[in-house]
């Protein structure tokens, strides 16, 4: 199965507070703070809501 890679490069302060919401729920707080999730459509809908602040790399799974 595929995984996907996801790191937090730009800030969200000043971002719109449902934008806040989606990358907290992807698990990412600080800049740079990356989380490896199962490439599936939930997490590729959420990545695309707010992919200007996201760097996405697909890595192997198990």
């Known amino acids: 199965m595929k995984k996907l890679k996801v790191t937090l490069i730009r800030s969200t302060i000043n971002r719109i507070e449902a934008h806040k919401r989606v990358v907290k729920a992807l ?3 600080k ?3 990356s989380r490896i999730h199962d490439d599936n459509p939930v997490i590729r809908g959420m990545i695309n809501k707010v992919s200007y602040l996201l760097k ?3 890595v ?3």
């Open 27 to 29: 698990g990412l707080g």
């Open 31 to 33: 800049l740079n703070s």
């Open 60 to 62: 192997q799974g198990e």
């Open 56 to 58: 996405v790399e697909e």
